[in-house]
């Protein structure tokens, strides 16, 4: 088919049109969003990649034949209602771009309210070690973060990156404590962050691995140029783990491969050695399926895994039986934090209470309905 060359602004009004007509939430976003997808895609190899706001500087632009077949392909795909993530491939959520695709669920932007929770509460951990130790400098120690249904790595890589900002952040505050203080010794060696993924889908594990294998290279380019060495790149780890987060024997793989050290792998055959003992999980974070049954969802939601979305009549029936898991994984002082159905905060609260943790309290979204629960694992309890 042939495309006249027409502008950029006209592409994106005419477009913007068709899928408000077929009932698109935000017809204008999105059609802005795959025009900077399609000027991406077909762009010159190598050019510096194509953003929604650069879009203003280029709106009088005429729109090339093969730019244009291929964003009014994407525009086709948006009308029947295919979730815009699918068409672009890729999600932003908390600051990182993840791989996503049909098979996977989608993270939604209400999630990373969980992503900031539990950055504030890495860095308050860390904060309190330092004052342990009586010295500017913190004691150097394993934190371990466990992520359940971790689909396409959503919480697990989104806590990654606060807990890589955290390692950034300690290591200037002590090459600034050497040199304002050089009585304070050389730069301070920083603590190891385990974060563990936890998935029963091999599809949202697949998008996961590559996932997280994109977050480390980042990660590690990144930590090496701004100065730190091999060793304290290797701070900060991400692993995946297949199973069900219901099923209670779950808890010694997970025990297990936070026991390995990451950096002891044998590069030849991808094995890990046995665990050298089993870790203090500090964290567990989780978006689980919560969605009540029978509940009227869109047609975007309804292209995420069925069982990656609902939970039963009230929703509840993946987030009940993970609390035993949960508990298993938690010792005194180890803080949880699980998103639930806007109608499910004061029954979520209980499962927590049931469980042996203290301080429970719902977190409200930016539209505010609940949306998670918190607490911390009280240092005796008694199962329920």
Request: one cysteine or more.
């Given at each position: 088919m042939t495309y006249p060359r027409t502008s950029v602004r006209q592409m994106i009004n005419n477009a913007g049109g068709r899928l408000r007509?077929?009932?698109?939430?935000?017809?204008?976003?999105?059609?802005?969003?795959?025009?900077?997808?399609?000027?991406?895609?077909?762009?010159?190899?190598?050019?510096?990649?194509?953003?929604?706001?650069?879009?203003?500087?280029?709106?009088?632009?005429?729109?090339?034949?093969?730019?244009?077949?291929?964003?009014?392909?994407?525009?086709?795909?948006?009308?029947?209602?295919?979730?815009?993530?699918?068409?672009?491939?890729?999600?932003?959520?908390?600051?990182?771009?993840?791989?996503?695709?049909?098979?996977?669920?989608?993270?939604?932007p209400e999630t990373e309210l969980i992503v900031e929770w539990a950055g504030k509460q890495l860095r308050r951990a860390l904060d309190n070690r330092s004052e342990k130790s009586g010295s500017s400098k913190p004691v150097p120690a394993d934190y371990t973060i466990v992520d359940l249904c971790t689909g396409p790595g959503t919480l697990a890589l989104g806590v990654a990156h606060a807990a890589g900002n955290a390692l950034l952040s300690l290591h200037r505050d002590f090459r600034e404590q050497a040199a304002v203080n050089p009585q304070v010794g050389s730069v301070g060696k920083l603590?190891?962050?385990?974060?563990?993924?936890?998935d029963t889908s091999d599809v949202a594990l697949d998008y996961a691995r590559r996932n997280v294998e994109t977050f480390m290279q980042n990660w590690r380019a990144e930590a090496l140029d701004v100065g730190l060495s091999e060793d304290d790149a290797d701070q900060l780890s991400v692993s995946l783990c297949a199973g069900d987060v219901t099923d209670p024997t779950i808890v010694k793989s997970i025990r297990d491969l936070c026991g390995r050290d990451t950096r002891d792998r044998d590069k030849r055959d991808g094995d890990y050695p046995e665990p050298t003992h089993e870790l203090k999980v500090d964290m567990v974070v989780s978006n689980p399926p919560y969605v009540p049954e029978n509940t009227?969802?869109?047609?975007?939601?309804?292209?995420?895994?069925?069982?990656?979305?609902?939970?039963?009549?009230?929703?509840?029936?993946?987030?009940?039986?993970m609390m035993a898991v949960v508990e298993d994984l938690s010792s005194p002082g180890t803080v949880v934090a699980v998103e639930h159905d806007e109608l499910n905060g004061p029954v979520t609260s209980q499962c927590?209470?049931?469980?042996?943790?203290?301080?429970?309290?719902?977190?409200?979204?930016?539209?505010?309905?609940?949306?998670?629960?918190?607490g911390i694992r009280a240092a005796h309890t008694r199962k329920a």
């Open positions: 007509a077929a009932g698109v939430d935000s017809p204008r976003v999105d059609a802005e969003l795959l025009m900077a997808h399609a000027l991406t895609v077909k762009g010159a190899p190598g050019a510096e990649p194509v953003t929604r706001s650069s879009l203003f500087f280029r709106r009088q632009d005429d729109v090339d034949p093969d730019t244009a077949e291929f964003f009014e392909a994407c525009i086709s795909r948006r009308e029947q209602r295919e979730p815009l993530q699918h068409i672009m491939g890729t999600v932003r959520f908390a600051g990182i771009d993840l791989l996503i695709g049909p098979g996977a669920f989608i993270p939604r603590p190891r962050i385990r974060i563990v993924g936890v009227a969802i869109s047609p975007e939601v309804a292209a995420d895994p069925h069982d990656a979305v609902f939970a039963g009549a009230d929703g509840m029936s993946v987030i009940v039986p927590l209470n049931n469980h042996g943790f203290t301080d429970v309290e719902i977190h409200k979204d930016l539209a505010g309905r609940d949306r998670f629960v918190t």
